[in-house]
T-cell receptor, first 113, second 113 residues
């Protein structure tokens, strides 16, 4: 069964303290792995898509990496405005796929000044 | 203006009432999705539509129905609302080619008393 597990569930950092969020996945052929940011009461905001092991993408203080079994979202020198829930989702790669995303439960990040 | 809009943003209703949630998009995407988000459970797919004539059930479709009135409009109905349908509901869209990245609306917070 396809599964996505994110860890930790919650993370508290001091401003400037770098860390990483983990997303482990089990899927029958990966079409894509997606990272989203979600602020309280708002819809998920797209950050990155990764397609193959070894791929990396960066945006400001965020860097996403992908292996065959997991993805990491590295946050370098975070600021309070980076506080949010970060969601990971995978999409199966098979003919006729629904486009369905399988979401993890998210990691809630709090960055204190 | 937002690319994906949802109405209403908040709704409180009573058990047994019929409720319709609406989603509109200006992204020109063919694919549209309805998700439900509950605390600790992540996002779950309710229904998805690849075009106006193609509508499919997701993993938790019982108690829900949908209508795709046009390429840009996708509505979710709760025929007879029950308290355990209290949740955040999100609409998402994606293009039918390339990355399949899904873009989410701002959400509707539904409370069933």
């Amino acid at each position: 069964e396809d599964q996505v597990t994110q860890s930790p569930e919650a993370l508290r950092l001091q401003e400037g303290e770098s860390s990483s969020l983990n997303c482990s996945y089990t899927v029958s052929g990966l079409r894509g792995l997606f990272w989203y940011r979600q602020d309280p009461g708002k819809g998920p905001e797209f950050l990155f898509t990764l397609y193959s092991a070894g791929e990396e993408k960066e945006k400001e203080r965020l860097k996403a990496t992908l292996t065959k079994k997991e993805s990491f979202l590295h946050i370098t020198a975070p600021k309070p405005e980076d506080s949010a829930t970060y969601l990971c989702a995978v999409q199966e790669g098979w003919a006729g796929n629904t486009g369905k995303l399988i979401f993890g439960q998210g990691t809630t990040l709090q960055v204190k000044p | 203006d937002a690319d994906v809009t949802q109405t209403p943003r908040n709704r409180i209703t009573k058990t047994g009432k019929r409720i319709m949630l609406e989603c509109s998009q200006t992204k020109g995407h063919d694919r549209m999705y309805w998700y439900r988000q509950d605390p600790g459970l992540g996002l779950q797919l309710i229904y998805y539509s690849f075009d106006v004539k193609d509508i499919n059930k997701g993993e938790i479709s019982d108690g829900y129905s949908v209508s795709r009135q046009a390429q840009a409009k996708f509505s979710l109905s709760l025929e007879s609302a029950i308290p355990n349908q209290t949740a955040l509901y999100f609409c998402a869209t994606s293009a039918s080619i390339s990355t399949d990245t899904q873009y989410f609306g701002p959400g509707t917070r539904l409370t069933v008393l």
